[in-house]
């Protein structure tokens, strides 16, 4: 990692010189008590102080292993002639968290800009990886706009079961509908739940976790190649210590991430994303990111992209191999030396000038895993984005990961209200479901849900499972889990809760999908819709105090990244004053 960097900072000008330098009684007690946590003078004064934002806990298998790696992080900072602090921050665990981490997405993104503000810190290792704690960390960081380097927590270990490789999700999702089937037991699954996961790390697909964490990477604001190194390979206690080096040199040069995160990185990271046929998750995070870095990302960006590159990560759910696959074929770096006609060469990361010179000498070790520009996974990125009547701001699906006879479809609506009432009647005989139906969920978007759950992944009827039936269109104001895979239509903007479209579908009518003619359309009159809509009552509000009253006060709609408009809104806010 070299370049030609701004002049150091001199001691005098680091941010944390306002809390320890000075010639006053508030500095006079802030030694005192860093004296009381047991630290010299020389360990610490006039020495760029870090802050590793740890999103370790027990109850996150994806983050379990940061509490060591956050020792390689301090390891790093302290080898660089930096002082680290270690600050535990919320953990996201999309396993356990419920009705949904992205629920507290925002919360995380807040705690992680005010800790860096209020404390004296002159920049920030990140520490996440599962699914939203990665815009999370990011967007709270942009916001205080410190240096700042994301270490990922890393994918898992591939799973097993009796000679099968299995990928943590997209595996759950295809054995839960074969037990629905009736092709295996109670005994099959009790084995398959100890082979789906079986180390700490994140989903070891290109699923949500994945994808945000290879954006990141694009973005430029990890260590190159970081992204997809296994959880428990040695070489992910390495890039920990190197972030750690780095990120002192970094503040040294004082170089922001307002200096990283331009509108050309975020143009790579999209790129990166359609090509890596990633999660659909990654467009509200995404957008949500660019916000707070003062860029406009919109759904037309990822559609115009989309057109732009093809599909070259033969990565499940979309294609056969895992992650740790993808890394030995050359990781990132190597992905990205096939997309060098598309990518912006000449901006900044925080480990090279310009990305040119970082990926300068990258090469794919396996092209059936990171394929060609002559031989793709899909000519086009892997999400597209739909239009029409019932999305009027917009909708996504992840064609690749769709049976390709339902990318074009007509068929009659199945409506269910909410989440619930799906799971307790989706297997009712009365509802005469087929596999041309369109099954339609409501209730389960940005306030709905809410927290737009990953409920997009509607579950078919146990009757047509054991006719072989794996897919039907579905369509929803959900998300889905980016290790999912069928022909869902997620997103839908606005959502059914404040009034959208998708409120007034009803029980046998008509939908079109056309993911060529990028549509998404109720078929009755306008005259109908309007009638409906005049009828329609709001529902109540989902939190009567607290955070959730917040959240339903202050969240955007999907096609804005459902941020908080208060924290999505331009402005700066003022260092505290120290003294």
Known sequence: MTAERPEEASPEQLRSHQW??????????????????????????????????NTWSDINPCHVHLRERAQAVKRGVWQAGGFPLEFPVSTLSETFQKPTPML??????????????????????????????????LMGAASADLPAVFVPAGPMLPGHWRN??????TDMWKYWDDRRAGLIGDAELAELENGLARSPGTCMTMGTASTLTAAAEAL????????????????????AAASGRRIVELVRQDLKLSKILTREAYEDAVATVLALGGSTNAVIHLIAMAGRSGVRLTLDDFDRIARTVPVLADLRPGGRHLMEDFHFAGGLPAFLGQLTDVLHLDRPTVAYSTLREQLAGAR???????????????????VAVLRGNLCPDGAVIKHIAAEPRLLEHTGPAVVFP???????????????????????LQGAGPKGGPGMPEYGMLPLPDHLLKQGVRDMVRISDARMSGT?????????????HVGGPLALVETGDLITL???????????????LARRRAAWRPPPERYERGYGALYGEQITQADTGCDFAFLAKPGKNPDPYAG
């Open 484 to 496: 999912s895979y069928g022909t869902c239509v997620l997103h839908i903007a606005p959502e059914s």
């Open 364 to 382: 794919v070790h396996n092209p059936d895993v990171i394929r060609p520009r002559d031989n793709p996974l899909a000519q086009e990125g892997g």
């Open 20 to 53: 320890y330098g000075t010639d006053g009684l508030r500095s006079f007690s802030h030694r005192a008590r860093t004296r009381q946590l047991g630290y010299l003078p020389e360990e610490h004064l006039g020495k760029p102080v870090v802050a590793v934002l």
């Open 220 to 239: 430029g604001v990890m260590v190159p190649g970081a992204s997809s190194i296994p959880a428990v390979d040695s070489g992910h206690e390495r890039m």
């Open 418 to 440: 909410d989440y619930r009432t799906l799971q307790r009647t989706i297997n009712d005989p009365e509802l005469g479901i087929t596999a041309d139906h369109v099954l339609v």
């Open 164 to 169: 099968e490789v299995l990928g943590s999700g």
């Open 514 to 528: 056309d993911v060529a003619a990028r549509t998404l359309r109720l078929e009755i009159t306008d005259e109908e």
């Open 104 to 137: 507290y997405r925002n919360m995380l993104a807040m705690e992680t800009e005010e800790l860096l503000r209020s404390y004296p810190v002159d920049g920030a290792v990140l520490m996440g990886g599962c699914d939203k704690s990665t815009p999370a960390l």
